[in-house]
């Protein structure tokens, strides 16, 4: 039973293209996050989301947005996107309190900008 | 920036052996604790969160937390060679925050 779903498992893009990357959760989750992780930098945090419509900047935000629209749908977009975006991009919904281990990631989205 | 420190590995053990992974971490307010498990090529799973100091066991895994020395553990006892992956430390920090170490790769060498 699949709780979090992201909109690719393999992505090609080119140097300059907008890049849409979709997360959508199926738990009610309040909070949403957007990670990359690379080799030897693990899991570093690009955006959260902790309701509809808010936004914070994680530690690593720049050439990145995101858009949350509706609670289960968290989007990343890279503006324009560049070689050094090249990587594997993971979703996570979480709720927190009384019911944080309820945590999931979604199957990630490997994503190659030439 | 938070930091959250985890030693790379690779660390091998035997199957049956207990398997040790450490996790440091810098910001004395965090809060809550998390283990990952993450085979090669796939997401990152939950498998053991604590809060408070002491162990909590599950099944054949240990997590230890000791916030006066700022470490958590994770013992998995009777490794299996299942058990071979990536373990990430996560740490949370204010404003719901997750920070992750770089992971520790385990190898069960049957």
């Known amino acids: 039973d699949v709780k979090v779903t992201q909109s690719s498992r393999y992505l090609v893009k080119r140097t300059g293209e907008k890049v849409f990357l979709e997360c959508v959760q199926d738990m009610d989750h309040e909070n949403m996050f957007w990670y990359r992780q690379d080799p030897g930098l693990g899991l ?13 900047k994680g530690d690593i935000p720049e050439g990145y947005s995101v858009s949350r629209e509706k609670k289960e749908r968290f989007s990343l977009i890279l503006e324009s ?11 996570a919904s979480i709720a927190l309190g009384i019911y944080t281990d309820t945590q999931y990631f979604g199957p990630g989205t490997r994503l190659t900008v030439l | 920036q938070k930091e959250v420190e985890q030693n790379s590995g690779p660390l091998s053990v035997p199957e049956g052996a207990i398997a040790s992974l450490n996790c440091t971490y810098s910001d004395r307010g965090s809060q809550s604790f998390f283990w990952y498990r993450q085979y090669s090529g796939k997401s990152p799973e939950l498998i053991m969160f604590i809060y408070s100091n002491g162990d909590k066991e599950d099944g054949r895994f240990t997590a230890q937390l000791n916030k006066a020395s700022q470490y958590v553990s994770l013992l998995i006892r009777d490794s299996q060679p299942s058990d071979s992956a990536t373990y990430l430390c996560a740490v949370t920090g204010t ?6 170490g770089t992971g520790t790769s385990l190898t069960v060498i049957p």
Do not use: H, P, W
């Open chain 1, 81 to 91: 996107a560049s070689t050094n975006q090249t990587s594997m991009y993971l979703c």
């Open chain 2, 95 to 100: 404003g719901n925050q997750f920070y992750f």
């Open chain 1, 44 to 56: 570093r945090l690009i955006y959260f989301s902790y309701d509809v419509k808010m936004k914070e």
